[in-house]
């Protein structure tokens, strides 16, 4: 079978719908599987162009979570080894490896807690940073590609919306 007989590749809309159908036509909820089945593929699909945009730079998605996780912490954008490895879901032997590889490339830094001389603290350095704000500057040129079919004034409502899903995913946990 040459390329010129292979099928087609369905688009991310044909595809769309058609797990929408076999959800729903297994006892699904329409209006829920078209949310949830809208916001996995858009994640699937934005997941594909991260990974493709951070092995560009030279970043592989663990680094790229550990990177996005410092950023964000909130308490002087430190956190421990430990803590880093329940973030990214990782082994914490995993995690000390992957930090070893972030040091030796100075993305981040090891220092030991001044309160608890027997724990590291793990922050980015201005390496780092630098590197957490190329990937944010590349990425918000596409994501800002993905929400332009929806218009400006529907936009703030749709980030509700979805604010409003991720706390009851928050409450279904607790």
Request: aromatic fraction near 4%; charge should be negative; charged fraction near 25%.
């Amino acid at each position: 079978m040459t390329s010129a007989d292979k099928p087609a590749e369905p688009s991310e809309q044909q595809r769309y719908e058609a797990e929408v159908a076999a959800y729903v036509a297994a006892g699904g909820n329409e209006q829920v599987q078209r949310v949830v089945t809208a916001v996995h593929g858009l994640h699937r699909r934005l997941a594909q162009w991260y990974t493709k945009q951070l092995a560009d730079i030279g970043l592989s998605a663990g680094e790229w979570a550990v990177i996005s996780h410092l950023a964000a912490e909130t308490t002087d954008h430190v956190s421990t080894p430990s803590q880093l490895a329940d973030a990214a879901a990782v082994a914490p032997s995993s995690m000390t490896h992957r930090l070893d590889k972030m040091a030796e490339r100075g993305l981040i830094e090891r220092n030991p807690d001044p309160t608890n001389r027997t724990r590291i603290l793990v922050r980015l350095t201005e390496q780092g940073w630098q590197m957490f704000q190329q990937v944010v500057r590349e990425s918000d040129v596409v994501e800002s590609d993905v929400l332009a079919r929806v218009p400006e004034r529907d936009r703030e409502r749709l980030a509700k919306l979805l604010e409003l899903a991720i706390a009851g995913l928050d409450d279904g946990l607790r």
